[in-house]
Nanobody, 123 residues
């Protein structure tokens, strides 16, 4: 059973950067599409970005275009989310998720989820 664990969140001032990591265990992640989501207490969960087992990337939120970059390192069983030029509205709990699919399928519920890591953007 695939298990996911996020890390790398924290407190950062506006304009700063963070690199989130999500490491898989229990199974190899190479055949999974992987995605980052975020959620606040007042907003529904929002997809941020997805990367397929193919390596193809899909932006899921226009608000992070040109600022966030998803990548994966199958050899490390890890997916990353590089976040640059962070804004206060990026504050959220960030979750990684996995689906056993070659390409990202944003209309389908992801099968596996991590516990989340808090990102707070504030001066």
């Amino acid at each position: 059973q695939l298990q996911l664990r996020e890390s790398g969140g924290g407190l950062v001032p506006p304009g700063g950067s963070l690199n989130l990591s999500c490491t898989a265990s229990g199974s190899a992640m190479e055949h999974y599409s992987l995605a980052w989501f975020r959620q606040t207490p007042t907003k529904e969960r929002e997809g941020v970005a997805c990367i397929g087992a193919s390596g193809d990337k899909l932006n899921l939120a226009d608000s992070v275009k040109d600022r966030f970059t998803i990548s994966r390192a199958n050899s490390e069983n890890t997916v990353y989310l590089q976040m640059d030029n962070l804004k206060p509205e990026d504050t959220a709990v960030y979750f990684c998720a996995a689906e056993l699919s070659y390409f990202c399928r944003p209309d389908r519920e992801f099968e596996h989820w991590g516990q989340g890591t808090q990102v707070t953007v504030s001066s």
